[in-house]
């Protein structure tokens, strides 16, 4: 969350990509009118439909944001909790390796 709140205040050519698990928005308003600044950058939200510390309806709510800022959004809901299951794992190397340009 903190990752994302930093590139939406900051230069846009800040990070190449951001990973955001088991997070939500921090400051909704603030962060839509910057919303730009995600534009065409390649992010990865994953989030646990059971997660009692964060609400999957905000997990949901962050990624509706992403992908209507423009970013390039890969969503991996997962059957679990507050959590980086393998699922997720398995999901952020496969990121990776798209953004690397390497066979999956």
Partial sequence: M???DWQLHHDPEAADA???LSASR???GDWQR???ALR??????SHGKRDTD??????EKLRDFIGESGAQLTWVPFDGAHEI???VWRSVRRFFKLL???PV
């Fill in 2 to 4: 903190l990752a994302c």
């Fill in 18 to 20: 951001l990973l955001l």
């Fill in 26 to 28: 921090l400051n909704a």
């Fill in 34 to 36: 910057r919303a730009s």
């Fill in 40 to 45: 065409q950058l390649p992010v990865l939200v």
């Fill in 54 to 59: 964060l609400a999957f309806s905000a997990g």
């Fill in 85 to 87: 299951p393998l699922t």
């Fill in 100 to 102: 690397l340009c390497e």
